[in-house]
């Protein structure tokens, strides 16, 4: 995995301490994860990043070390943007986020459109359907009512295709365990965020270069939603990843790096 020397780091922003780490030179990408899998989800693909850019890998508040601020994904977003100013950056940062992280990274955007010069968006959107609402009340009861380890399985489905799980069975049970890491508070806030989340409309304002990439088998965020958001973007394109799910910068790291190459 990673061989890089990465440098921890913690700051605080209304006695709320937000970790992220960092390595490299250049202009800065800053990551963003997803709800169902933590910011290792990205290691495969920042040796890449490193030999062009500083890479900026946070553990968004609520994961891992870093205080939970609320579901709020204004709070979250206010609370990151604060953390990303004190850097005191030579140059605007890449926001790059996947699902949840996309969401994070986008609202962040919106709110402190100053911050980013652009966004890669990956297998998220501006809107769920009722049925992706329903899915996140449905996994957030659940697991208040059975634990984490009752949605284990469907969170799995949501990232992977049944098809890419039987291929890689040790990937699949690692993702787990981590997914079961979780806290339960952090998860439940952001499924209330999630199945509540419009961001339809304030989208179309924000001139910032986007690239929105999708895993054609994604579950999670279907392709529809990010075909809405780059269509609701002003400057956004579209990238559809063929056989690739909702974390597709771990299942083809290639693919994902190709993909986003010439933008970034």
């Known amino acids: 995995m990673q061989t890089h020397s990465f440098e921890n780091h913690q700051i605080s922003h209304n006695n709320k301490n937000l970790n992220f780490k960092t390595a490299g030179t250049g202009q800065a990408i800053v990551l963003f994860h997803s709800l169902l899998a933590d910011q290792s989800s990205w290691d495969l693909i920042t040796p890449t ?61 919106l709110r402190h459109p100053h911050l980013p010069a652009k966004l890669v968006l990956a297998d998220c959107g501006a809107c769920f359907t009722e049925q992706g609402r329903a899915a996140f009340r449905g996994m957030s009861d659940n697991a208040k009512n059975k634990g984490l380890i009752a949605i284990a399985d469907v969170a799995m489905r949501r990232l992977f295709a049944p098809a890419y799980q039987e291929l890689h069975p040790q990937l699949i049970a690692d993702r787990k365990e981590r997914f079961l890491n979780i806290n339960l508070t952090t998860f439940h806030g952001a499924c209330e965020a999630l199945s509540t989340m419009d961001l339809r409309s304030q989208v179309q304002q924000l001139q910032i270069p986007a690239l929105v990439v999708v895993g054609e088998f994604d579950e999670a965020t279907p392709v529809p939603m990010s075909e809405e958001l780059a269509k609701l973007l002003p400057q956004a394109e579209l990238k559809i990843l063929p056989g690739l799910a909702h974390v597709p910068q771990l299942q083809d790291p290639q693919a994902f790096l190709s993909a986003i190459q010439s933008f970034i």
């Open 49 to 109: 990043l490193l030999k062009t850019h500083q890479v900026i890998q946070l553990s968004l508040p609520g994961f891992d070390s870093s205080d939970f601020v609320g579901g709020s994904l204004d709070a979250i977003a206010d609370q990151i943007a604060s953390v990303i100013e004190s850097l005191k950056l030579a140059q605007a940062p890449i926001f790059m986020g996947n699902g949840y992280g996309g969401f994070v990274a986008l609202n962040t955007a």
